[in-house]
Structure formats: structure tokens, C-alpha cells
């Protein structure tokens, strides 16, 4: 195998918008990942319905398909 070709592999902080934390390794260059959703708080783990309204989009779909 050639030297020097593969990335750095390090432990990474990942943080979720819902407030879980946890530590994994990764060939990220930052020590921090920021998450919009995790296993913790993603509909299929928890069985309840969460919509992630990204920059008002929900509103811009039931306003234009509105009867």
C-alpha cells in the first residue's frame, strides 16, 4: 500500500439538536459533528411522529396545497 495516502482517523464529539451526545471515531477534520437527528430522537426509534421543518418548508407546502 502507498504511505500517507489514507486520512486521519480520530474520536469525534457528536452533538444532536435534541441534546444527546455521544463519543465516535471518524475521519472528520473537526473535533465536533452537529446532528439534526440522532437514534435517540429519529421517528423510527421512538415510534412518534417529529417533523424537522427546515427553513419554513412545511409552511410552504400546506400554503401552496392549501383548499
Known amino acids: 500500500m502507498k504511505a ?5 482517523y ?3 464529539k457528536v452533538i444532536c ?3 444527546a451526545q455521544f463519543q465516535t471515531r471518524s ?3 473537526d473535533q465536533e459533528m452537529h446532528l ?3 437514534s435517540q430522537c429519529h421517528p423510527f426509534y421512538t415510534g412518534k411522529q417529529k417533523i424537522v ?3 419554513g418548508q ?5 400554503r ?3 383548499f
Open 4 to 8: 500517507d495516502i489514507h486520512p486521519n
Open 10 to 12: 480520530h474520536e469525534v
Open 17 to 19: 439538536s435534541c441534546g
Open 27 to 29: 475521519t472528520l477534520s
Open 36 to 38: 439534526d437527528v440522532c
Open 53 to 55: 421543518d427546515t427553513a
Open 58 to 62: 412545511v409552511d410552504k407546502f400546506n
Open 64 to 66: 401552496r396545497f392549501a
